[in-house]
């Protein structure tokens, strides 16, 4: 018999393992949009999950952005079925908030999500590869967003209450596209990964290849591996500061109050990420680095300022905690 392909075997591998230890006769669903990365992951997880007892669906989310989508997405549902997908074609509305690819990217996790729990599926899984990765590493420093946004995506995390998978975060998308080659199936090529408009789209075309010929090849692994390296470091943080927390914060009225004695006794990298870690669990609401550093002051800079704005609620110094009150409460 012919020998695997290794692009094929590759993929497989990975879904492989990201299959394993899923409960027996429960529901994968895969986000397919057409493309190579996609296409790929979802052949890979028709040969691989009924092997797992496991039984594998997809959902394709139509924006209705090109002319052609439609028939672009029924293509789509097709090839998953001919691989043993239970293929489901999903229309939705992209609206306008945060700029055209942040509505689209909006609008398909939520039909992906409500079409996971409608399947009562153990997990949704979708295509990012590691170039999708290092785009995301390379972007988040270009913004200076901080360790947060290094960090990339993660493998598995949670979308609304459904386990989100991404099986390829170790496969270039070159491979993807090789094991598209190797299994017959004809990709479709989004014209919005060529838009230049987009940043992303820049990133890709234009300055990971200059930083391969200027720096060698490999700049994309290294790129992975740095967010890897990041989540190990905030995975440990966090383990930090909930062994932390409880014993410094107390209740305020309608708000939160932190030890001054406490966030002062800590490192500067773990009093930030406990003052950002308060805002967002209390307030739900995200801390810039100057805002982080101004309410970092009435701890470390104490002169008698006043309280401090931020989104959702007010920092002030009182006594020996800093207090956090909901915007619009009075201090």
Known sequence: MPSLHPALAEVRRAVRQALTGLPAGSAVVVG?????????????????????????????????????????????????????????????????????????????????????????????????????????????????????????????????????????????????RAACAADGLEPWEDPHNNDERFARVRTRHRVLPVLEAELGPGVAEALARTAEQLREDAEAFAEMIDETIEDIVEPAEAGIAVSVAALAANPPALRHRIIRHVVASEFHVALTRSQTLEVARLVTDWSGQGPIDLPGCRARRAGRVVEFTASGTGL
Do not use: N
Not at 66 to 80: H, I, M, P, V
Not at 88 to 99: C, F, I, P
């Open 32 to 176: 397919l949009s057409g493309g190579a990365d996609s296409l790929a992951l979802a052949s890979a997880v028709g040969f691989e999950a009924p092997k797992l007892g496991l039984r594998a669906a997809s959902v394709t989310v139509d924006h209705g952005l090109q002319e052609g989508s439609d028939a672009a997405a029924l293509t789509a549902a097709r090839l998953a079925a001919e691989r043993g997908l239970d293929a489901l074609v999903v229309r939705v509305e992209v609206g306008s908030a945060g700029g055209p690819e942040a509505a689209a990217r909006d609008a398909r996790y939520r039909a992906l999500a409500d079409a996971a729990r409608d399947a009562g599926a153990a997990a949704l899984l979708v295509a990012h590869t590691l170039d999708d990765q290092a785009e995301t590493v390379l972007l988040g420093l270009a913004r200076g967003s901080g360790g947060a946004s290094l960090q990339g995506m993660a493998p598995v995390s949670d979308l609304d209450g459904v386990p989100l998978i991404r099986p390829l975060l170790g496969v270039r998308r070159a491979t993807t």
